[in-house]
Every structure is written in structure tokens, then in C-alpha cells.
T-cell receptor, first 111, second 114 residues
């Protein structure tokens, strides 16, 4: 699986936008970019995924660089509940290869 | 909306004891997974089942066995527990949507082996 690189931690003020970066310079053309987050003492939860185009849903937006070597998860207005570890994961489109988690980015939100 | 249900939520075992972690999903998903998470680490895959009747090893299968009992249930068994198996265990299931698979996780089983 292609690897991803994320900052260990980030901090944000409440009600401000948050941009969580992810580098994946060895991404292949058929790798999907997934984002999951894990709130304290809970299992991971799906946030968003995309292939080439930017994606929006009720939780977040995913901005994918034109060369696909990086992506950014955007939380439009951080709340205290968004404090979590965010994982950026690449998954090969072929077959049902399980998700491989790295260490992610720990996001702290300050009131 | 139960999603993925794991039992028990907490367990303390003595070294050498055996136990089975239960997982059930009510979303009619084909694929199910077992991960473990050690403190400060990401999740590591133990075993997975792409469909009913099949199971495959993940990154850290040693010391574990699994059973895909039916489409809903996927259990993880520790035959002889060791302190190194102290961890939080997460079960997940997945469905194909919008071009790729989306996972739903349970809330975890916190296992301590003394």
C-alpha cells in the first residue's frame, strides 16, 4: 500500500476552519483517498473519501491536489466535538484490500 | 440503528486463559474485520473476512483465531492469552458505496491480560 504522511498533531480554535494535510507522493492512479477520525474512547468513524475530484459531505470537504500527491481534509467550522485523531488512508481500488491505518493527526480544538 | 455491536466492552484475563470476542453487524455488509489498537498507536489488522465463509490473515494474526459464523457475526478467539495481547479490539464491517468501501466500526473491547 502506498504510504501517507500526516503531522502528528494540530491545534485549532473553536468555530474556525481547520485544514488537515496529508502527503501521499507514491499514490497510484487507482488508489482512493480515505479519511477516518477517532474520537476519544471510540472506534474510528468514516469521514469522507475521493479519487480525483474534490468531495463535500455534511461532515467535511476533501480537496485533492491536481497531481494527487497530496490532499487536505477541511472542517469548515471546528467544534469541541471535532477533537479527535484523523487518519488519511490510501486504499487500492482493485479488490477488497482492508484499510491500513497509520498514526494519524491528533487535532485539539480550543474553546 | 445498532450498526456494529461488540461484546464484552471490558474484560480482564489471566495469562493462559481463553476467551472469545463477539461482533455482530445489522447492516447486511459482506466484509468484516478485526483490528487491535495499542496505546498511542494506529489500528492494526488481525484478521478479516471478505465474505461469508472466507477468512484471511492480516498484519498481526499470531495468537488469534476467527470464525465467520454467518453474514452477521464474526468472532475473535484468544486461545491462550498473553500480556502482549492487552489492547483495545475493534470490529468493523464494510460496504461498497460511491466508488469504494466505507467502514463502520464498533465501540471496541478493552482487554487486559495480567
Amino acid at each position: 500500500d502506498a504510504k501517507t504522511t500526516q503531522p502528528n498533531s494540530m491545534e485549532s480554535n473553536e468555530e474556525e476552519p481547520v485544514h488537515l494535510p496529508c502527503n501521499h507522493s507514491t499514490i497510484s492512479g487507482t488508489d482512493y483517498i480515505h479519511w477516518y477520525r477517532q474520537l476519544p474512547s471510540q472506534g474510528p468513524e468514516y469521514v469522507i473519501h475521493g479519487l480525483t475530484s474534490n468531495v463535500n459531505n455534511r461532515m467535511a470537504s476533501l480537496a485533492i491536489a491536481e497531481d494527487r500527491k497530496s490532499s487536505t481534509l477541511i472542517l469548515h467550522r471546528a467544534t469541541l466535538r471535532d477533537a479527535a485523531v484523523y487518519y488519511c488512508i490510501l486504499r487500492a481500488l482493485s479488490g477488497n484490500t482492508p484499510l491500513v491505518f497509520g498514526k494519524g493527526t491528533r487535532l485539539s480544538v480550543i474553546a | 440503528n445498532a450498526g456494529v455491536t461488540q461484546t464484552p466492552k471490558f474484560q480482564v484475563l489471566k495469562t493462559g486463559q481463553s476467551m472469545t470476542l463477539q461482533c455482530a453487524q445489522d447492516m447486511n455488509h459482506n466484509s468484516m474485520y478485526w483490528y487491535r489498537q495499542d496505546p498511542g498507536m494506529g489500528l492494526r489488522l488481525i484478521y478479516y473476512s471478505a465474505s461469508e465463509g472466507t477468512t484471511d490473515k492480516g498484519e498481526v494474526p499470531n495468537g488469534y483465531n476467527v470464525s465467520r459464523l454467518n453474514k452477521r457475526e464474526f468472532s475473535l478467539r484468544l486461545e491462550s492469552a498473553a500480556p502482549s495481547q492487552t489492547s483495545v479490539y475493534f470490529c468493523a464491517s464494510s460496504e461498497y458505496r460511491e466508488g469504494d468501501y466505507g467502514y463502520t466500526f464498533g465501540s471496541g473491547t478493552r482487554l487486559t491480560v495480567v
